[in-house]
């Protein structure tokens, strides 16, 4: 691939997930990263700081998304009703080729401690940052903090179920289905 072709973040991207899958996130190098993306060195330290962070391309993004939808929610919403709105906007951003690499970044994920520590930080950071967003719409602190950790779950089993091969199901109708369950699964815990 020529050095000038457009779409270098996402050619970064795609060769990090592939050396991850061939030799794992241990051995793989930026220098090798690059050079499969056709490259250099300092074009892959213009668009992330580290190979940690390829995994986490787009999480500001999503975080955002996720804090517009509850800013936005009307002003009666209930906190879990806010945070819906926050997942129905993050669902309905996600694209195939989210769908098509999430095995490549799970794999990689569990491959290293480190990757899997970093994800920990990533779900407390979106996590936090739903809660502020709660708590400036009046929201106390501990019903915040427990609505964004019900509204994260909801997703990260939504996202579960639309990764499925043969799944047909839109990730937005799935991340609904899996949010009125656990709403409900609350009811059944008072």
């Not at 501990?142 to 950790?149: D, K």
Request: proline share 5%.
């Amino acid at each position: 691939m020529p050095r000038w072709e457009p779409h270098a973040r996402e050619r970064l991207v795609a060769a990090a997930l592939l050396l991850f899958g061939e030799q794992g996130y241990d051995r793989t190098t930026v220098a090798q990263i690059a050079d499969r993306a056709g490259l250099t060195k300092s074009t892959f330290f213009r668009h992330f700081p580290d190979k940690r962070d390829v995994l986490a391309a787009g999480q500001e993004r999503l975080t955002g998304l996720l804090v517009e939808g509850v800013a936005a929610a009307p002003p009666d919403a209930t906190p879990l009703v806010a945070v819906a709105e926050g997942l129905q906007r993050v669902a309905a951003s996600m694209t195939e080729l989210n769908r098509a690499i999430a095995p490549s970044v799970q794999a990689a994920i569990a491959s290293s401690a480190e990757l899997q520590a970093r994800d920990q930080l990533k779900h407390v950071g979106m996590a936090a940052a739903v809660a502020s967003a709660l708590h400036d719409r009046g929201v106390p602190e501990a019903a915040a903090a427990m609505a964004a950790e019900v509204g994260l779950l909801a997703f990260r089993d939504a996202f579960a179920a639309w990764v499925e091969p043969g799944n047909t199901t839109g990730l937005p109708e799935l991340t609904a289905d899996a949010f009125a369950r656990l709403r409900t699964a609350l009811r059944e815990l008072a």
